[in-house]
């Protein structure tokens, strides 16, 4: 009779109880470390997404061969996109529009929870916190001008790590990496 139940009796048996006791400390070991990353994974989030409106606004500038110019703001921890319509630059009336953003402008806001707290501590290009790119896509030192950037580098901190974005100032290439 042994591992039979007498009729009407309620309960678990020891063997089961260990097998689910087993199964959740299984994965609590695999759930626990990933929990511990996700505000590395939120600050990474934020240098993708300024890598990838970087990258839109060059190939913005070539595909309608106009000046596209990203404007950093440090100090309120965000930048804009805007569209270069003369020598000098209107971050508020030439903002791009992007209706999947909030305030439907080209710009991120890292204070966004999404984000996990990254700090933009730095922007600098050519001695100012703005990346110009002229019609064919090439960093330029001011807009509508021809002179050809020396390059420059964001730095964005969060989660006690350090992480830089480069943008090449004769070929707009950009690299990422980590301090």
Do not use: K
């Not at 309608?64 to 020598?87: D, H, I, K, L």
């Not at 996990?116 to 990346?131: I, K, N, P, Q, Y």
């Not at 001008?145 to 830089?164: A, H, V």
């Amino acid at each position: 009779m042994c591992g039979h139940r007498a009729p009407g009796s309620r309960g678990y048996t020891l063997v089961e109880i260990l097998v689910v006791v087993t199964i959740m400390g299984l994965s609590a070991a695999m759930v626990i470390p990933s929990m511990a990353q996700a505000g590395t994974f939120r600050v990474r989030s934020a240098l993708r997404t300024l890598v990838a409106d970087i990258t839109f606004a060059q190939s913005d500038a070539m595909a309608f061969q106009q000046g596209r110019a990203v404007v950093f703001y440090p100090e309120e921890n965000r930048y804009v996109v805007v569209r270069v319509t003369g020598p000098v630059l209107d971050p508020v009336n030439d903002a791009l529009y992007d209706p999947s953003r909030e305030d439907d402008i080209m710009g991120m806001d890292f204070d966004d929870e999404r984000f996990g707290g990254a700090r933009m501590t730095s922007a600098l290009f050519d001695g100012e916190s703005v990346l110009i790119f002229d019609e064919l896509g090439a960093p330029v030192t001011e807009p509508q001008g021809t002179t050809p950037s020396s390059g420059g580098m964001i730095t964005i901190e969060g989660d006690g790590e350090e992480y830089w974005i480069a943008v090449d100032g004769f070929t707009g290439h950009i690299t990422t990496g980590r301090n």
